[in-house]
Structure formats: C-alpha cells, structure tokens
C-alpha cells in the first residue's frame, strides 16, 4: 500500500510540474489525476494496494476541506458587508447549475442509462 | 503545586503547537460526523459545516488566528491534492460507462459550467455585489486551487473565493439531493456530473459515499468543470464588463 501511495504522489509531482512548466489553467493534481488514469488503462486493472490507498483518501475527503473553510474567520466583516448578493448568488447560482445539469445528462444519455 | 505549573507551562506550549490544531481539526470533524450520524444524515447537519463551526468557535474564544492554527491544520489540507489523484480510480471502474457518454457529458458539462457562471454573476450584480466581489463568487463552483487563480485574475480577493468555494460545496452536498428529486433526475450518471459540476471536490466526497457510480461522474465533472471555467469565464468577464 506505500508503494501505491507514493505512485500518487509521485502522479501529482508530475501534474504539479507539468501545470506550471506550461503554465496550463488545470490544477496539478486534476492533472495528477488524468495521469494516474492513463497509467490504470495501460495496466488495465486496479491494483488491490491502489484500490485501497484510494479508498481510504476518499473515505476522509470531506474532512480535507475543513481548514480552507476555517478560512471564513479572516472574512467575517465583508461576508457580512456583501451578504445579500453573495447568499443569493450561491444560493440561486447552486440550486440552477445541478438541475441544468442533471436534467441535460439525464435527458442526452436517455435509453444509455442501464446496461 | 510545581506540577500543576508544569502542566499549565505544557498546556500553553502545546496549545500554539502544530500537533494541538491538528487534533483540533480531527475532532472537530468526528465530532461533526457523529451528529451528522445521530441526526439521520439530515443535510443541514453536513460534517463539514459542523466541523467549521466548530474549529471557528474554538479559535474565536481561545483568541487564536488562522495563520497560526494553519500550521497545523496544514497537514490535513495538503491531502486534498493526492485525494484528488485518487479520483482516476473510481473514473476507470466507471470508464466504460462515461465512455458511452461522453457526447451527453460534454454537451451537460458545458450548460452545466455556463448556468454557475452567469446565474451567480447576475444574481450577484442584481443584488448591488460589489466588482470585487462578483469576481470573487464567479468561479466558486470549481474547485479551490483554480478557482483562486482565476479570481486573482478578474480582480476578486482569492482567499474570500476559497470559502465561497467550500461554501457552495457544503450547499451542493446539502440541498443537491432535493433539487434532483424534484427535477426527476434519477440516474446516478446524471446525479453525479450535477453534483461535481455545481459543488467541485466536497460535492463529489459526498456522492461517492452515497454510489460508486455517482462519485465516478462527480470526479470527472469536477475536473472538467475547472478546465471549462477556467477557459470560459475570463472570456465572459471581458465580454461583460
């Protein structure tokens, strides 16, 4: 399992450097991603170890996300300045996207779905 | 009572250390999840938010600023970029499946990422937001690394993006199961691409704990959507204002 955990790591050094060397508008580690991706269809399988240093990352994803959101301390004062139209923005902007989205995916794949 | 000194003098050095604001962050978060557990996995008990919540109390009352409890909580963040690698392995189980799609994923992807863009910017402007401040909401539906660097672009406060971010994935988590329900939406393909579209990394922790299938969808559009509005939007900010 070490050695499947270092092989992503070693895919997001990769996207890292890929990212910034080209200056790409993609973040290294979605590019870390497409790369690890790519190295499974050449193997074409998931390693157990793989299988289960990725399951464990995702298992803990939502925890990740706790620091960058402790973040909201350092806004309080313009959060509170600019409330409206940033509630409303998120809120509308949220609830619009996922039915958009949702309803031309389920509409397009329509037929494709099962199977 | 020189013990009892002792322990203060190690409490006042161990409260500022790296190790404290981690634990700080840990338990927070089991704290959270365990509610979120008890309360039926109702949404408005999102682990996440709870865990904000709380970790914000603590360093509120204790007077503590984010710079120092980052150092520790650092650690924890640093494993969103290979979590994010990891995502290449429910994407290859559901290969075959997105591969059917792709035409379908393309098409919704690009609806997808345009309504995020222009409903927050025209709700937000209606509503009297500042310059500033549209270009800090205008990318919130991407995950947060692209999503700063693209607020920095259009001239918006990249930190105030980050939470805006994390914001609007706990809301995706929260109210995205309903909005699907009652738009009909009942494939886990189509539930998936939504969520990841609308609410990047959060979004799609969450579908993947609910299907594998789901998670796989999310993922991609995550992805995707970074690589759409990072493309699209700064096109949009200089077509508009």
């Given at each position: 399992?070490?050695?499947?955990l270092?092989?992503?790591?070693?895919?997001?050094l990769?996207?890292?450097?890929?990212?910034?060397?080209?200056a790409?508008?993609?973040?290294?580690?979605v590019?870390?991603?497409?790369?690890?991706f790519?190295?499974?269809?050449?193997?074409?399988a998931?390693p157990?170890?793989?299988?289960?240093?990725?399951?464990?990352?995702?298992?803990?994803?939502?925890?990740?996300?706790?620091p960058?959101?402790t973040?909201v301390?350092?806004?309080?004062r313009l959060?509170?300045?600019?409330?409206?139209?940033?509630g409303?923005g998120?809120?509308?902007?949220?609830?619009a996207?996922i039915a958009?989205?949702?309803?031309?995916?389920?509409?397009?794949?329509?037929?494709?779905?099962?199977g | 009572m020189?013990d009892l000194?002792?322990?203060q003098?190690?409490?006042?050095y161990?409260s500022?250390?790296?190790?404290?604001h981690?634990t700080?962050?840990l338990?927070?978060?089991?704290?959270?999840?365990w509610?979120?557990?008890?309360g039926g996995?109702?949404?408005?008990?999102?682990?996440?938010?709870?865990?904000?919540?709380?970790?914000v109390?603590?360093l509120?009352v204790?007077?503590?600023?984010?710079?120092?409890?980052f150092?520790?909580?650092?650690?924890?963040h640093?494993?969103?970029?290979?979590?994010?690698?990891?995502l290449?392995v429910?994407?290859?189980?559901?290969?075959?499946?997105v591969?059917?799609?792709a035409l379908?994923?393309?098409v919704?992807?690009?609806?997808g990422?345009l309504?995020?863009?222009?409903?927050?910017l025209?709700?937000?402007?209606?509503?009297?937001g500042?310059?500033?401040v549209?270009?800090?909401?205008?990318?919130?539906?991407?995950?947060?690394?692209?999503a700063m660097a693209?607020?920095?672009?259009?001239?918006?406060?990249?930190?105030?993006t980050a939470?805006?971010?994390?914001?609007t994935?706990?809301l995706g988590a929260m109210?995205?199961?309903?909005?699907?329900?009652?738009?009909g939406?009942?494939?886990?393909?189509a539930?998936?691409?939504?969520?990841?579209?609308?609410?990047h990394g959060i979004?799609?922790?969450r579908?993947?704990?609910?299907?594998?299938?789901?998670?796989?969808?999310?993922?991609?559009?995550?992805?995707?959507?970074a690589?759409a509005?990072?493309?699209?939007l700064p096109?949009?900010w200089?077509l508009?204002?």
């Amino acid at each position: 399992m070490l050695g499947h955990l270092t092989l992503i790591f070693v895919c997001q050094l990769v996207g890292e450097l890929v990212a910034g060397a080209l200056a790409l508008p993609v973040p290294g580690p979605v590019l870390g991603m497409v790369l690890l991706f790519v190295i499974l269809m050449l193997r074409g399988a998931v390693p157990e170890g793989l299988g289960q240093a990725a399951g464990g990352l995702q298992k803990a994803m939502s925890l990740l996300f706790v620091p960058a959101g402790t973040g909201v301390m350092l806004h309080f004062r313009l959060l509170g300045e600019a409330a409206l139209p940033l509630g409303l923005g998120l809120l509308v902007s949220t609830v619009a996207t996922i039915a958009v989205t949702g309803l031309f995916m389920a509409w397009l794949s329509r037929g494709k779905a099962d199977g | 009572m020189d013990d009892l000194g002792n322990l203060q003098e190690t409490w006042v050095y161990l409260s500022a250390s790296p190790l404290f604001h981690l634990t700080l962050t840990l338990l927070a978060f089991q704290a959270a999840s365990w509610l979120f557990e008890k309360g039926g996995h109702n949404p408005l008990l999102n682990p996440v938010l709870g865990a904000v919540v709380l970790v914000v109390a603590v360093l509120v009352v204790t007077g503590t600023d984010y710079a120092t409890y980052f150092e520790g909580a650092q650690f924890v963040h640093f494993l969103l970029g290979p979590a994010t690698v990891s995502l290449a392995v429910p994407l290859y189980r559901q290969w075959r499946l997105v591969r059917r799609s792709a035409l379908a994923i393309t098409v919704s992807l690009l609806c997808g990422s345009l309504t995020a863009i222009l409903t927050a910017l025209g709700v937000a402007w209606l509503a009297g937001g500042s310059a500033e401040v549209l270009a800090s909401l205008a990318p919130k539906s991407v995950t947060a690394p692209v999503a700063m660097a693209i607020a920095e672009e259009l001239g918006g406060v990249p930190s105030l993006t980050a939470v805006l971010v994390i914001v609007t994935g706990i809301l995706g988590a929260m109210i995205g199961p309903m909005v699907l329900n009652i738009a009909g939406v009942r494939d886990w393909s189509a539930r998936g691409l939504a969520i990841g579209t609308a609410s990047h990394g959060i979004g799609t922790a969450r579908a993947l704990q609910v299907n594998e299938t789901a998670g796989a969808f999310a993922g991609l559009a995550m992805g995707l959507n970074a690589l759409a509005t990072a493309l699209l939007l700064p096109i949009l900010w200089g077509l508009l204002f």
